[in-house]
């Protein structure tokens, strides 16, 4: 069963803006992963963060996480065009086997 | 980085036929090895775990004797659709964690289309 829901499910922006994606699960996680996926290709691994942490950071990602709340954040800022793409979170089960939301797909108009 | 591949990225077969998809860790050894299934506009759904040399492990749902794998090496899973059908259509992703302590990453392979007319 999906533990990871996307919101939005779509979102559309220009260009220099920034993006803000959120997730939400519902049991406790050991840590929570975001992924990318381009249209019709594999996953690319983003970044991780850990129930211990609250923020990350990798460039021009900011990945936020409220395990009260049992939510996260990622937020692209100063977004391309290039980062249109679909944007998923997976929390881990145990033994690191990461489940998957529906995703939020994202389209950034130059 | 650590790569995976998976072979072929498309595929069409008739109905009936049974079609074979590798999926191969190409810098790093994979203890595990994970098949996913993905419909149109939908998330990942994990299919089975595969681990080298012993069988794998399937999900809710999953028939093991429709989507044989088979992960014969740490480098190398295959999963075999068996007499497919056109509700077998779909894009198969498979991903690779490698054999290292402690590591939480998994690592995708760019995804295998079916289509099974």
């Known amino acids: 069963s999906q533990q990871g829901e996307e919101d939005p499910q779509a979102l559309s922006i220009q260009e220099g803006e920034n993006a803000t994606m959120n997730c939400s699960y519902k049991?406790?996680?050991?840590?929570l992963q975001w992924y990318r996926q381009n249209s019709g290709r594999g996953l690319v691994h983003l970044i991780l963060?850990?129930?211990?942490?609250r923020e990350k950071h990798s460039g021009r990602l900011r990945v936020t996480l409220d395990t009260s709340k049992k939510s996260s954040s990622l937020l692209i800022t100063a977004s391309r065009a290039a980062d249109t793409a679909s944007y998923f979170c997976?929390?881990?089960?145990?033994?690191?086997?990461?489940?998957f939301g529906r995703g939020t797909s994202l389209i950034v108009h130059p | 980085g650590a790569v995976v591949s998976q072979h072929p990225s498309r595929v069409i077969c008739k109905s009936g036929t049974s079609v074979k998809i590798e999926c191969r860790s190409l810098?790093?050894?994979?203890?595990?090895m994970f098949w996913y299934r993905q419909f149109p506009k939908q998330s990942l759904m994990l299919m089975a775990t595969?681990?080298?040399?012993?069988?794998?492990?399937?999900e809710q749902g999953v028939e093991k004797d429709k989507f044989l794998i088979n992960h014969a090496s740490l480098t190398l899973s295959t999963l075999t659709v068996t007499s497919a059908h056109p509700e077998d259509s779909s894009f198969y992703i498979c991903?690779?964690?490698?054999?290292?302590?402690?590591?939480?990453?998994?690592?995708f392979g760019p995804g295998t289309r079916l289509l099974v007319l």
């Open positions: 991903s690779a964690q490698p054999e290292l302590r402690g590591e939480e990453t998994q690592y």
């Open positions: 049991t406790s996680i050991n840590n």
């Open positions: 963060i850990r129930s211990n942490e």
């Open positions: 997976a929390t881990d089960r145990g033994s690191y086997i990461p489940t």
């Open positions: 810098d790093f050894q994979a203890t595990t």
């Open positions: 595969s681990n080298e040399g012993s069988k794998a492990t399937y």
